[in-house]
C-alpha cells in the first residue's frame, strides 16, 4: 500500500522581522537582522543585552483583548501565526471535517514566565492572590489547545517538546498523521516567547550567548564565521498547513510544496553538546533521505541548524560532508538564524518556511555576518547576499539540547 502524499498549502510567522510571513521573506533575502537590544527587560546587569525580539506583535489583531490576557506570549504568537496559516491556505474559519483536522504544535519553554510571575506572588502574597490561569497558562500543549479550539480541530492533537528540534520534528510528525491516514489536514509549528532575564542569565553562565556584540547587535549572529561567539536567544512562532494532496486538490488549494521525507533521532550523549562526531546529526540526515527515496546527490540546498556556536556549526558542517560526500561541496547551505537568531521550538518550521520560499521563489537567503572565513567550516554558506539558485529539494536541520535531532526534506511540488 503506498502511503498518501502530504502537501504544504498555508504559512504563518510571527518572527523577529516581522509579524508576517512576507516580512520575514523580505528581511531574509536582503540580509537584514532582527537581532536588536532587549527592550523587554532592563539586560544591562547581564553580559549579554540583545536579542531577536518581535518588532510589531499586536496580539489584539488576533484575539480579544480579555482572552488575550489569558494566554502567555508563546500562545499569543502561536495562534497569530496559526491564523495566518489557515488564511493563506484558503481554509474556513471552522473545519468542515473537524474530526480529520489534527494539530502538531510544539515549544521548548512554553508558558513559563507565566508559571514565574505566578511563583512570585504566591511567595509575596499568599495563594489567595494567585492567578487561577496561572497553572493552565503554563503548560506546553496550550498552543496546541488553542488552535484546536479556534478551528475545531477534532483529530489527534499532539505537543512535541524537544528543544531545538521542536519546529522541524512538528511538521515531520504532522505529515505522518496524514501519511498513516488519521487525518487529511494538520495544522504544524512552533512557538518560543521567553525574553526574561533569568532565560538569559541562564544561557550566559552555560557560556552559550555571545557578549561582545552589545554595541553591534545586528553583528552577533555569525555562523560559520571564525569569530562568532554563540547563539542569539530569540522569540517567534510559525505555522504551516499540510494536507493530504487529495484533499488539497479536491477543494482546488494553491500547494506550495511537498514534503517527502522526515526523520528524529537522539545524540544519547550530553544535555548541551552535540556528539562530537555528529553521529546523532548524521543519523538523521541519513534517515530523512531514506525516508524521502532520494539519494544525496538530489539535494540542491539545506537550512542548516546553524546556531553560530563554536563547536556545532564545526560538527554540523562535518555532519553534512559525512552524508553528502563530494555533493557537500557542490549544493548550498545557509543559516537563516544569521538574521533571526534562534527562536528555539519555533526556529525549525520558521527554517522550513525559508526552504519553500526559496524553492517558490528561486532565490536562496544567506548567512550573513560572514567575515572572517572558519577552515573547519568550508562550505558553501552563500555569505552575505542572497543567491539566486533554482531548488528543486530542500533539507532543513534542527539539533537541540537533550541530544534532539530532527530533519526534514521539502520539494518542489509536482504533479
Given at each position: 500500500?503506498?502511503?498518501?502524499?502530504?502537501?504544504?498549502?498555508?504559512?504563518?510567522?510571527?518572527?523577529?522581522?516581522?509579524?508576517?510571513v512576507?516580512?520575514?521573506?523580505?528581511?531574509?533575502?536582503?540580509?537584514?537582522?532582527?537581532?536588536?537590544?532587549?527592550?523587554?527587560?532592563d539586560?544591562?546587569?547581564?553580559?549579554?543585552?540583545?536579542?531577536?525580539e518581535?518588532?510589531?506583535?499586536?496580539?489584539?489583531?488576533?484575539?480579544?483583548?480579555?482572552?488575550?490576557?489569558?494566554?502567555?506570549?508563546?500562545?499569543?504568537?502561536?495562534?497569530?501565526?496559526?491564523?495566518?496559516?489557515?488564511?493563506?491556505?484558503?481554509?474556513?474559519?471552522?473545519?468542515?471535517?473537524?474530526?480529520?483536522?489534527?494539530?502538531?504544535?510544539?515549544?521548548?519553554?512554553?508558558?513559563?514566565?507565566?508559571?514565574?510571575?505566578?511563583?512570585q506572588?504566591?511567595?509575596?502574597?499568599?495563594?489567595?492572590?494567585?492567578?487561577?490561569?496561572?497553572?493552565?497558562?503554563?503548560?506546553?500543549?496550550?498552543?496546541?489547545?488553542?488552535?484546536?479550539?479556534?478551528?475545531?480541530?477534532?483529530?489527534?492533537?499532539?505537543?512535541?517538546?524537544?528543544?531545538?528540534?521542536?519546529?522541524?520534528?512538528?511538521?515531520g510528525?504532522?505529515?505522518?498523521?496524514?501519511?498513516?491516514?488519521?487525518?487529511?489536514?494538520?495544522?504544524?509549528?512552533?512557538?518560543?516567547?521567553?525574553?526574561?532575564?533569568?532565560?538569559?542569565?541562564?544561557?550566559?553562565?552555560?557560556?552559550?550567548?555571545?557578549?561582545?556584540?552589545?554595541?553591534?547587535?545586528?553583528?552577533?549572529?555569525?555562523?560559520?564565521?571564525?569569530?562568532?561567539?554563540?547563539?542569539?536567544?530569540?522569540?517567534?512562532?510559525?505555522?504551516?498547513?499540510?494536507?493530504?494532496?487529495?484533499?488539497?486538490?479536491?477543494?482546488?488549494?494553491?500547494?506550495?510544496?511537498?514534503?517527502?521525507?522526515q526523520?528524529?533521532?537522539?545524540?544519547?550523549?550530553?544535555?548541551?553538546?552535540?556528539?562530537?562526531?555528529?553521529?546523532?546529526?548524521?543519523?538523521?540526515?541519513?534517515?530523512?533521505?531514506?525516508?524521502?527515496?532520494?539519494?544525496?546527490?538530489?539535494?540542491d540546498?539545506?537550512?542548516?541548524?546553524?546556531?553560530?556556536?563554536?563547536?556545532?556549526?564545526?560538527?554540523?558542517?562535518?555532519?553534512?560532508?559525512?552524508?553528502?560526500?563530494?555533493?557537500?561541496?557542490?549544493?548550498?547551505?545557509?543559516?537563516?538564524?544569521?538574521?533571526?537568531?534562534h527562536a528555539?521550538?519555533?526556529?525549525?518550521?520558521?527554517?522550513?518556511?525559508?526552504?519553500?520560499?526559496?524553492?517558490?521563489?528561486?532565490?536562496?537567503?544567506?548567512?550573513?555576518?560572514?567575515?572572517?572565513?572558519?577552515?573547519?567550516?568550508?562550505?558553501?554558506?552563500?555569505?552575505?547576499?542572497?543567491?539566486?539558485?533554482?531548488?528543486?529539494?530542500?533539507?532543513?536541520?534542527?539539533?537541540?539540547?537533550?541530544g534532539?535531532?530532527?530533519?526534514?526534506?521539502?520539494?518542489?511540488?509536482?504533479?
Amino acid at each position: 500500500m503506498s502511503r498518501r502524499r502530504v502537501v504544504i498549502t498555508g504559512l504563518g510567522a510571527v518572527t523577529a522581522l516581522g509579524s508576517s510571513v512576507d516580512l520575514l521573506w523580505d528581511g531574509l533575502i536582503n540580509g537584514r537582522s532582527g537581532i536588536r537590544r532587549i527592550t523587554q527587560f532592563d539586560p544591562s546587569d547581564l553580559p549579554c543585552q540583545i536579542g531577536g525580539e518581535i518588532p510589531d506583535f499586536d496580539p489584539e489583531k488576533y484575539i480579544e483583548r480579555k482572552e488575550a490576557r489569558r494566554l502567555p506570549r508563546s500562545t499569543q504568537i502561536a495562534l497569530a501565526s496559526a491564523m495566518q496559516a489557515v488564511q493563506d491556505a484558503g481554509l474556513p474559519d471552522t473545519m468542515p471535517e473537524p474530526e480529520r483536522a489534527s494539530v502538531v504544535f510544539g515549544t521548548a519553554m512554553g508558558g513559563t514566565d507565566n508559571l514565574i510571575e505566578g511563583l512570585q506572588i504566591f511567595w509575596e502574597k499568599g495563594y489567595q492572590r494567585v492567578n487561577p490561569f496561572v497553572l493552565p497558562s503554563g503548560i506546553p500543549n496550550l498552543s496546541g489547545f488553542a488552535i484546536a479550539k479556534q478551528y475545531q480541530c477534532l483529530g489527534p492533537n499532539s505537543t512535541i517538546v524537544t528543544a531545538c528540534a521542536t519546529g522541524t520534528q512538528t511538521v515531520g510528525e504532522g505529515a505522518e498523521l496524514i501519511r498513516r491516514g488519521a487525518a487529511d489536514v494538520v495544522i504544524t509549528g512552533g512557538t518560543e516567547a521567553l525574553m526574561r532575564d533569568y532565560a538569559i542569565a541562564g544561557f550566559a553562565v552555560m557560556r552559550a550567548l555571545p557578549v561582545n556584540y552589545n554595541d553591534a547587535p545586528d553583528k552577533a549572529s555569525r555562523p560559520f564565521d571564525l569569530k562568532r561567539e554563540g547563539f542569539v536567544f530569540s522569540e517567534g512562532a510559525a505555522a504551516i498547513v499540510l494536507e493530504s494532496l487529495e484533499h488539497a486538490q479536491a477543494r482546488g488549494a494553491e500547494i506550495y510544496a511537498e514534503v517527502i521525507g522526515q526523520s528524529s533521532s537522539a545524540d544519547g550523549y550530553h544535555i548541551a553538546a552535540p556528539h562530537p562526531e555528529g553521529l546523532g546529526a548524521i543519523r538523521t540526515m541519513k534517515w530523512a533521505l531514506q525516508d524521502a527515496g532520494i539519494s544525496p546527490e538530489d539535494v540542491d540546498y539545506i537550512n542548516t541548524h546553524g546556531s553560530s556556536t563554536p563547536l556545532n556549526d564545526v560538527i554540523e558542517t562535518n555532519a553534512i560532508k559525512n552524508v553528502f560526500g563530494e555533493h557537500a561541496y557542490q549544493l548550498v547551505i545557509s543559516s537563516t538564524k544569521s538574521m533571526l537568531g534562534h527562536a528555539m521550538g519555533a526556529s525549525g518550521t520558521i527554517e522550513a518556511i525559508a526552504c519553500i520560499l526559496a524553492m517558490r521563489d528561486g532565490i536562496v537567503p544567506p548567512t550573513i555576518n560572514y567575515e572572517y572565513p572558519d577552515p573547519e567550516c568550508d562550505l558553501d554558506c552563500i555569505p552575505n547576499q542572497a543567491r539566486e539558485k533554482c531548488v528543486d529539494i530542500a533539507l532543513s536541520n534542527s539539533f537541540g539540547l537533550g541530544g534532539q535531532n530532527a530533519c526534514l526534506v521539502i520539494k518542489r511540488f509536482q504533479e
